[in-house]
C-alpha cells in the first residue's frame, strides 16, 4: 500500500480566509513533503518534514505555514493568500527521512486551490 | 539548482508502437532517479527508479536507461496503450541540495 490522502480535493477561499490542507499517510514513512504545482509545470518542492521536524523550508512566505502533528499527518494552514498562490498543492512522503541517497517520494492526488 | 530538462514537451505515438521519453541532467551528484506518470487531475504516480550505480532497469512494460557519461535519462515503454497517455516527468536527487528536481515534463498522446 502506497497510499496518501489528502483533503480537501478541490478548496476555493477568498484572500482574507484561513484554512488548512490535510495529508495523512500510513506507511510508516518517516518523511513528509508539501509541493506546489502550477498548471503544465512540474512539482516545486516547498516544506519537508523529518521525524516530523521541519528539515527544508525553500523560502516559502509566511501565508504558508506547515505543521506535523504526528508521524502520520502533514498540514499546510493558508492565511491572506494571493490569487497567485492558485494551484495544485501536493503531498508526499517516503520511508527514508530526507537526506542521504534519497527515496522514492510517493504522491497524494493534491488539492485544487482557487484563491479569489 | 534545476537541472533536469526534457528534450520534447508533447510526444504522439500509435497504439500499439513503442515510447521514448527523454531527459537530460546537467549536475553530476545526481545519483538518483525517478520516472513519475502524472494523469489529468492527479497526483504525479511512481513508475520506475534508478541509482547512479547501474545504467538500465527493467519494469512491467517499462525500461529506463541511465547514461551517466551523457547525463542522459531515459524511459521506454513498450507497446504504448491509450491508459499511458499522461505527462511523466523525470526527477533527479541531488544529495548536495538534499532534494529531487523535477523535468519539465513531456506530455504523451497515445493515438487509438
Known amino acids: 500500500d502506497t497510499e496518501v490522502t489528502q483533503t480537501p480535493k478541490h478548496l476555493v477561499m477568498g484572500m482574507t480566509n484561513k484554512k488548512s490542507l490535510k495529508c495523512e499517510q500510513h506507511m510508516g514513512h518517516r518523511a513528509m513533503y508539501w509541493y506546489k504545482q502550477k498548471a503544465k509545470k512540474p512539482p516545486e518542492l516547498m516544506f519537508v518534514?523529518?521525524?516530523?521536524?521541519?528539515?527544508i523550508n525553500e523560502s516559502v512566505p509566511s501565508r504558508f505555514s506547515p505543521e506535523c502533528p504526528n508521524s502520520s499527518l502533514l498540514n499546510l494552514h493558508l492565511h491572506a493568500l494571493q490569487p497567485e498562490d492558485s494551484a495544485l498543492y501536493l503531498c508526499?512522503?517516503?520511508?527514508?527521512?530526507?537526506?542521504?541517497?534519497?527515496?522514492?517520494?510517493?504522491f497524494g492526488p493534491g488539492t485544487r486551490l482557487t484563491v479569489l | 539548482g534545476e537541472s533536469v530538462g526534457l528534450h520534447l514537451p508533447t510526444l504522439s505515438v500509435q497504439e500499439g508502437d513503442n515510447s521514448i521519453i527523454n531527459c537530460a541532467y546537467s549536475?553530476?551528484?545526481?545519483?538518483?532517479f525517478i520516472w513519475y506518470k502524472q494523469e489529468s487531475g492527479k497526483g504525479p504516480q511512481f513508475i520506475i527508479d534508478?541509482?547512479?550505480?547501474?545504467d538500465k532497469r527493467q519494469g512491467q512494460r517499462v525500461t529506463v536507461l541511465l547514461n551517466k557519461t551523457v547525463k542522459h535519462l531515459s524511459l521506454q515503454i513498450a507497446a504504448t496503450q491509450p491508459g499511458d497517455s499522461a505527462v511523466y516527468f523525470c526527477?533527479?536527487?541531488?544529495?548536495?541540495?538534499?532534494?529531487?528536481?523535477f523535468g519539465s515534463g513531456t506530455k504523451l498522446n497515445v493515438k487509438p
Open positions: 518534514y523529518s521525524y516530523e521536524k521541519l528539515s
Open positions: 549536475n553530476s551528484a545526481s545519483d538518483y
Open positions: 508526499a512522503s517516503s520511508q527514508r527521512p530526507a537526506g542521504g541517497q534519497g527515496d522514492t517520494q510517493y
Open positions: 526527477a533527479d536527487f541531488q544529495y548536495n541540495f538534499n532534494k529531487f528536481y
Open positions: 534508478i541509482r547512479s550505480n547501474m
